[in-house]
């Protein structure tokens, strides 16, 4: 019950592309979906986060969608730039924990 | 340095060492997390701590010992280091309040190798 699985493990687009990648949770519980980006070489960084009263929230470029009913979330990219080539973990937390527990991470490559 | 930095940057060892890994941050974070990134597992937690003298295992905690004495450290031993701990180790902290609710912040991590 306290996994999140996360999908595609990899992922390649052209620049301009719109990736997508989805995670699904199983503990109800959870009330904190956020996203975080890793560069080569650095730790990882939150990216953008939601919480579950809404369905969506965009912030530039990256846009959360999440669907309560089916225990899901995603992240779309618009317009991907090849700045954008990094690995993305989603992650999930509820209040009365204090830990994250995270995805197994999703390598984006985009391409000129 | 302002932040949250680790030492050693990387670090090769033998089987059957002690190993240490530090991390040290400069916000006074209460929570302070280890994680390990390994292909296909993503970041696993392997201990935290709510608060200096307070520490709580994670998924993968056998064979890693830690201690926080001062809010600041959070120091994390391989007892006896095997072949299956090579991986790269990831510090992360984050504060109380409420308007960045469970942010972590990452450290730029130990890659460790055990020969």
Same mark, same amino acid.
């Given at each position: 019950?306290?996994?999140?699985?996360?999908?595609?493990? $990899?992922?390649?687009?052209?620049?301009?592309?719109?990736?997508?990648?989805?995670?699904?949770?199983?503990?109800?519980?959870?009330d904190y979906f956020p996203w975080y980006q890793q560069f080569?070489? !650095?730790?990882?960084?939150?990216?953008?986060?939601?919480?579950?009263?809404? $369905?969506? !929230?965009?912030?530039?470029?990256?846009?959360?969608?999440?669907? !309560?009913s089916a225990k899901q979330f995603s992240l779309h990219i618009?317009? $991907?730039?090849?700045?954008d080539s990094a690995t993305y973990f989603c992650a999930a937390? $509820?209040?009365?924990?204090?830990?994250?527990?995270?995805?197994?991470?999703?390598?984006?490559?985009?391409?000129? | 340095? *302002?932040?949250?930095?680790?030492?050693?940057?990387? =670090?090769?060892?033998?089987?059957?060492?002690?190993?240490?890994?530090?991390?040290?941050?400069?916000?006074?974070?209460?929570?302070? #997390?280890?994680?390990?990134?390994?292909?296909?597992?993503?970041?696993?937690?392997?201990?935290?701590?709510? *608060? *200096?003298?307070?520490?709580? =295992?994670?998924?993968?905690?056998?064979?890693?010992?830690?201690?926080?004495? =001062?809010?600041?450290? #959070?120091?994390?031993?391989?007892?006896? *280091?095997?072949?299956?701990?090579?991986?790269?180790?990831?510090?992360?902290?984050?504060?109380?309040?409420?308007?960045?609710?469970?942010?972590?912040? #990452?450290?730029?991590?130990?890659?460790?190798?055990?020969?």
């Amino acid at each position: 019950q306290q996994q999140v699985k996360q999908s595609p493990q $990899s992922l390649i687009v052209q620049k301009g592309g719109i990736p997508i990648i989805n995670c699904a949770y199983e503990n109800t519980a959870f009330d904190y979906f956020p996203w975080y980006q890793q560069f080569p070489g !650095k730790g990882p960084a939150l990216l953008i986060a939601i919480r579950p009263d809404v $369905s969506e !929230k965009k912030e530039g470029r990256f846009t959360i969608s999440f669907n !309560k009913s089916a225990k899901q979330f995603s992240l779309h990219i618009m317009d $991907s730039q090849p700045g954008d080539s990094a690995t993305y973990f989603c992650a999930a937390s $509820s209040l009365n924990t204090d830990k994250l527990i995270f995805g197994t991470g999703t390598r984006l490559q985009v391409f000129p | 340095d *302002a932040g949250i930095t680790q030492s050693p940057r990387y =670090k090769i060892t033998e089987t059957g060492r002690q190993v240490t890994l530090m991390c040290h941050q400069t916000w006074s974070h209460s929570y302070m #997390f280890w994680y390990r990134q390994d292909l296909g597992h993503g970041l696993r937690l392997i201990y935290y701590s709510a *608060a *200096a003298d307070i520490t709580d =295992k994670g998924e993968v905690s056998d064979g890693y010992v830690v201690s926080r004495s =001062k809010t600041e450290n #959070f120091p994390l031993t391989l007892e006896s *280091a095997t072949r299956s701990q090579t991986s790269v180790y990831f510090c992360a902290s984050r504060g109380v309040d409420s308007s960045s609710y469970n942010e972590q912040f #990452f450290g730029p991590g130990t890659r460790l190798t055990v020969l």
